[in-house]
């Protein structure tokens, strides 16, 4: 493999700040807790949906997404790199038509990959949409004063759970138009090397999410917030 090849060193895995510790809440447990209700079971449940969805996102980005876009800036390099040492005397043609072939599969295969996360996406709002409708049933048959007041296993009420989790989609939202930026520069097979590793660590890396994904941000406190959230 050329030096330029070997030079190149993307990033399996995106590069993650420690998570901050939060703070256990030392108010006493809700007496919700004695006795679980459906709200409680449909919070969490919606709640381990959402959290499997930002999974399956960071699956998709760092499995499927890096080994696509790797694969194809290793191609346009080797290409390159066989040009040059090929006499300009003698026809291209063999080397180029099909490295070209592969290359536009690898772009193909990136397109998939936006497609798969814009599904995602569109899950997260749909897991969102049933919050919303979830807090409208309680206030018809538990009252606003349980919905608002009553805390349902520590400190969150129904009410703070629901319009606080729809902040996720932000983040999330600014990452998928980022990748399908990226994409749209590695589809250009004009594109230099330095500009390639360059898109390719900001794929890996996710920056929004780093700071702001669901791991940065609700993991600990859901927790810390539900009960048997993790059995």
Same mark, same amino acid.
């Given at each position: ?18 998570? /901050?510790?939060?703070?256990? +809440? ?36 760092? $499995?499927?997404? %890096?080994?696509?876009?790797? @694969? ?10 066989? %040009? ?9 043609? =063999? ?11 690898? $772009? +193909? &295969? ?9 599904? /995602?996406? =569109? ?6 949409? +049933? ?18 007041? !009553? ?11 629901? @319009? ?15 990748? $399908? ?6 589809? @250009?097979?004009?594109?230099?090397? #330095?500009?390639? =590793? ?6 890996? &890396? /996710? ?9 940065? !941000?609700? *993991? #600990?406190?859901?927790?810390? *917030?539900? #009960? =048997?959230?993790?059995?």
């Amino acid at each position: 493999m050329s030096s330029r090849l070997a030079s190149f060193k993307g990033p399996s895995t995106p590069t993650s700040s420690p998570v /901050q510790q939060r703070q256990v +809440s030392s108010a006493p447990p809700s007496p919700a807790r004695l006795v679980e209700s459906t709200y409680h079971r449909k919070l969490r449940t919606l709640l381990q949906e959402l959290k499997s969805t930002t999974e399956t996102w960071d699956d998709i980005v760092l $499995i499927d997404g %890096l080994k696509s876009a790797k @694969s194809l800036v290793d191609m346009r390099t080797e290409l390159d790199n066989s %040009l040059a040492r090929t006499p300009n005397r003698l026809p291209q043609t =063999r080397i180029v038509g099909p490295t070209l072939e592969a290359m536009d599969q690898s $772009i +193909s &295969e990136l397109d998939i990959v936006l497609l798969k996360l814009q599904k /995602q996406f =569109r899950k997260m709002n749909t897991i969102v949409e +049933s919050l919303d409708a979830l807090v409208i049933e309680a206030h018809k048959n538990k009252g606003w004063q349980w919905v608002e007041k !009553e805390p349902l296993w520590t400190t969150w009420t129904l009410e703070k759970f629901v @319009s606080r989790v729809p902040e996720i989609l932000v983040p999330y939202h600014r990452a998928l138009s980022g990748h $399908i930026a990226l994409v749209n520069i590695l589809r @250009s097979h004009s594109i230099s090397f #330095d500009e390639s =590793r360059d898109a390719i660590l900001k794929w890996a &890396e /996710q920056p929004w999410l780093e700071e702001h994904g669901w791991d940065a !941000e609700w *993991e #600990d406190l859901c927790s810390v *917030e539900i #009960d =048997r959230w993790n059995r």
